[in-house]
């Protein structure tokens, strides 16, 4: 402890306002000392010591429960409206610990679950959903007010946000409106009590989970997210990958601590106590949850399964690997099939990106399989995986199994339209930064310097590609996540003399007046790799680099969106860290006809 403070007197230095990693993860160190030294001392009897006591692999993993966002009549597939709510209940997360206060999604109480059903739609049909706050009057977590929050006079404000949808401005989930139980209190951007969602896209994967302001991260944390899956069978059918359920499997990923009791533990102090109480910079969990369950494990056949990998943590990056080396082989990014497959030894799943993969058990010479992690957190500068965190679940496979698997793997997919910057009709720069106090923990993180209720300066027309260079001067690597349109990553260029930029960039708050190209002459751009060269929603953005995405501000093949994108209230684009965007790190921007 002697030596952690130590090193936070040596390391920090006068003036300096960008965290470095090394004093945060002495701290969170220090933080596990401390906690381990309190459990032991007998004056925290409810809390477990980190989940030592936890058996791995002793749950099955569950298949969530689905709900078709569209109904047949005469043979046809039609548009459908449902209802969804949110409800506060207990949840089994693992064998020997007790039920665990959630809130969860369901078509009732008793059928909510954590993650919540899959919905399925149609390409092409229509889905409206009602979404019911049905949760009670007080959080189960402590509520940070320093923070810019929702604030009813009562009730838990949420709003829900399909993640990779081509949603109308409305039916967006925008961070302003939130509602609460039985629409008794509503934030100032709210529209209407059911949502509206074309599905006019591609097949691909989605996700819905509460975007409520300032708490977000509370409210995913409690369970408040789930699949959604669009289908067109005109086009997948060909590809003759695995399809039946058995064979096609969601794998919704996340991470948690627990008390003693079975309560989802969240440290209520925060880095900065005096400034924020309970915000902190990023929430890490050594429980690893896969579709409701810690550390489950999946009886398989040999044959081929398609797994559709859902990274729904607060702030843990995932490096997945299969313990006895059968590679991924990678179908989709985001919500979107790639152009071919790409065979991966490993995949790096930021927090909310999707990665889909088919895995070929036949090829395995072991009939166990770990999946395991070996992402440091926070990433890229953190602290290794331990036995807990490094690992996510297991593969049981079935020794005598004798199955006739049809399935294949398709040389090509689904075509790409490329964007090129001859298309530009705008380039804009981002800067991603964060503020820290006089101990080196962060205060609060920006996107070009502005916090979120700040005027609209990203305003692109309609039917246009813009060039963004994002500049990333902090020392994490943060998931950008655009909502509504896809973006296709340019390159990715590293910055060098960062001190001189920051300098700058802090005095000007302009990366061009700064000349920030003078800071990456030294390094050539490097390309994103095959996995991640189509089109995406979200992009891991490296610290101190220069990342370039080309943003088309239309439905992917060019066509105009089928509603009217330029209604209020607009869009945002944010860090999908989840305590970076309840904590200012989230911009609006608004399209123009």
């Known amino acids: 402890m002697l030596c952690c403070a130590q090193r936070i007197h040596e390391e920090l230095m006068p003036g300096t306002m960008t965290c470095k990693n090394s004093i945060r993860i002495c701290c969170i160190r220090l933080w596990i000392y401390l906690f381990h030294l309190d459990f032991t001392q007998g004056q925290k009897e409810s809390v477990v010591p980190l989940p030592e006591s936890l058996q791995q692999f002793v749950d099955e993993l569950p298949m969530m429960p689905t709900i078709q966002g569209y109904v047949t009549r005469l043979g046809k597939i ?228 398609r797994f559709r990998i859902i990274n729904a943590s607060n702030a843990r990056f995932f490096r997945l690997a299969l313990s006895n080396g059968l590679p991924f082989i990678q179908i989709g990014s985001d919500s979107f099939y790639l152009e071919k497959p790409v065979v991966m030894k490993e995949i790096l799943v930021a927090p909310s990106e999707i990665a889909d993969v088919v895995i070929d058990f036949s090829m395995s010479h072991t009939d166990q399989i770990v999946l395991t992690n070996s992402a440091v957190y926070p990433f890229p500068g953190g602290d290794p995986v331990n036995h807990l965190n490094g690992q996510v679940m297991k593969f049981v496979l079935d020794k005598n199994s004798d199955t006739h698997d049809h399935s294949s793997i398709p040389r090509d997919l689904i075509p790409i339209r490329r964007l090129h910057k ?34 609209t300066t990203e305003t692109p027309k309609q039917g246009t590609t813009e060039l963004w260079y994002i500049i990333n001067l902090t020392d994490d690597n943060h998931p950008l996540h655009l909502h509504l349109v896809a973006f296709q990553v340019v390159s990715q260029q590293a910055l060098n003399d960062t001190d001189d930029l920051v300098n700058c960039m802090l005095k000007l708050k302009d990366a061009e007046k700064c000349d920030v190209w003078k800071y990456a002459t030294k390094n050539k751009p490097t390309h994103p790799p095959a996995n991640e060269a189509g089109w995406k929603n979200v992009y891991k953005v490296k610290p101190s680099y220069v990342t370039a995405i080309l943003s088309r501000f239309s439905q992917v093949d060019m066509s105009t969106f089928p509603f009217n994108a330029s209604a209020e209230p607009g869009y945002v684009y944010h860090c999908h860290i989840l305590d970076h965007e309840d904590n200012e790190m989230m911009r609006p921007f608004k399209i123009l006809p």
């Open 78 to 305: 039609q548009p459908h409206e449902i209802t969804v709510g949110m409800y506060a209940k207990k949840w089994k997360f693992h064998r020997d610990l007790p039920p665990t206060p959630v809130y969860a999604f369901g078509t009732t109480a008793k059928a909510a679950c954590v993650p919540g059903p899959t919905i399925e739609a149609i390409s092409g049909v229509d889905t409206f959903i009602k979404w019911e706050n049905h949760l009670p009057s007080t959080h189960l977590f402590k509520i940070d007010h320093t923070l810019k929050i929702a604030m009813p006079r009562s009730g838990i404000p949420t709003v829900v946000h399909l993640h990779g949808g081509l949603n109308e401005p409305e039916s967006d989930g925008h961070s302003h409106s939130w509602f609460t139980s039985n629409f008794n209190e509503k934030g100032p951007t709210w529209k209407k009590e059911v949502y509206h969602y074309h599905n006019k896209k591609d097949p691909g994967n989605l996700w819905y989970h509460d975007h409520a302001i300032g708490l977000t991260r509370l409210n995913i944390l409690a369970g408040l997210l789930g699949a959604y899956v669009i289908r067109k069978p005109s086009i997948e059918r060909s590809f003759n990958l695995p399809m039946k359920m058995e064979y096609d499997r969601h794998l919704v990923v996340m991470d948690r601590n627990f008390n003693r009791d079975g309560s989802i533990f969240i440290n209520s102090t925060g880095d900065n106590p005096s400034i924020h109480p309970e915000w902190q910079p990023e929430y890490f969990g050594d429980v690893i949850i896969v579709n409701g369950k810690a550390w489950p494990y999946l009886n398989l056949s040999r044959s081929k399964y």
């Open 422 to 455: 001859n298309m530009t009709v705008k380039t804009r720069y981002i800067t991603m930064y964060e503020y820290d106090s006089n101990t080196g923990n962060p205060t609060h993180l920006l996107l070009n310097f502005l916090p979120f209720t700040s005027p």
